[in-house]
């Protein structure tokens, strides 16, 4: 990981240590060892990783000028999707793929980038019209899976970045409630939440295949999967019907194109109604 961060952001060996792994900080020079070794080694077998294929794609681009504009010269146009969760590395590529035209569109939300552990750097959205001078911005602002107030909720927050690019989102859907947000304490008490929720909604009348739990980036062993499991079992016990699905407290981040949903434990302004389970 420390080797890999360090190829595609730059980010000095010692820098990551001191940041990520201040254990480790005494053992930098050890590090160095072990990278030059392993450098070494690929070379000796005619061996390339990942980061070397976008490497030596950068470093041919910057310092072969001839090769740099044969290779640029096969593509007449560059399109690159989820631009926020690029790095500095695949931002100099890009630079390179432009030599003999500009003819480049990106497609992103800076109020989206959740790759920065991966060494994904928001900068480069943000900086795109300074490096690429004369640059079109088209704000993609009308929603297609959220309703309204989700997106004022959205808003609201995305409002608050100290550097972003100016939108409001909105969407010509009708209806829908507003989200809550449910501080909990930890995973137990989140998922007991989640039962709970999914309890008192099948006793209101409504059917389970009608209900469902939306999470992101988590593991089958975690607390949200656990509550589906637990929140199944439950259900069936009390002869409910055939589906195993969950609840509907969400806090929701929009992007420019959509909204994604997860759950959420964090404070939100005081606009947006909070619920704390019993």
């Not at 500009?102 to 959740?114: E, F, H, L, M, W």
């Not at 989700?150 to 970045?161: F, M, P, Q």
């Not at 404070?267 to 704390?276: D, G, R």
Request: net charge negative.
């Amino acid at each position: 990981h420390v080797y890999s961060r360090h190829v595609n952001t730059d980010i000095p060996v010692g820098a990551i240590l001191r940041e990520e792994y201040p254990r480790f900080i005494e053992f930098e020079d050890e590090f160095a060892k072990v990278f030059a070794d392993y450098t070494q080694r690929k070379q000796q077998r005619d061996l390339v990783d990942y980061d070397d294929l976008l490497l030596y794609w950068a470093m041919l681009l910057e310092n072969a000028p001839a090769v740099a504009d044969k290779i640029a010269g096969l593509f007449d146009h560059i399109l690159v999707d989820e631009y926020q969760d690029t790095n500095v590395l695949q931002a100099r590529i890009l630079k390179g793929m432009c030599r003999v035209h500009r003819n480049i569109t990106v497609v992103g939300d800076d109020a989206q980038s959740i790759y920065a552990f991966r060494g994904a750097t928001i900068r480069n959205i943000l900086d795109f019209p300074r490096e690429y001078h004369g640059a079109s911005t088209v704000t993609l602002e009308e929603n297609y899976r959220s309703t309204q107030p989700i997106l004022d909720a959205t808003n609201l927050l995305i409002s608050r970045a100290e550097e972003r690019f100016s939108k409001e989102l909105y969407t010509r859907r009708t209806g829908g409630e507003k989200p809550w947000l449910v501080t909990a304490q930890d995973e137990q008490q989140q998922t007991r939440f989640v039962v709970d929720r999914i309890l008192e909604l099948h006793e209101q009348g409504i059917p389970l295949r009608e209900m469902a739990v939306l999470f992101r980036a988590c593991s089958p062993t975690c607390a949200p999967a656990s509550a589906t499991r637990t929140a199944a079992w439950v259900a069936r016990s009390c002869a409910c019907a055939r589906s195993t699905t969950t609840s509907c407290a969400n806090a929701t981040t929009a992007s420019s194109r959509g909204s994604r949903t997860s759950t959420s434990c964090r404070p939100l302004p005081a606009a947006i109604p909070t619920v704390a389970p019993s």
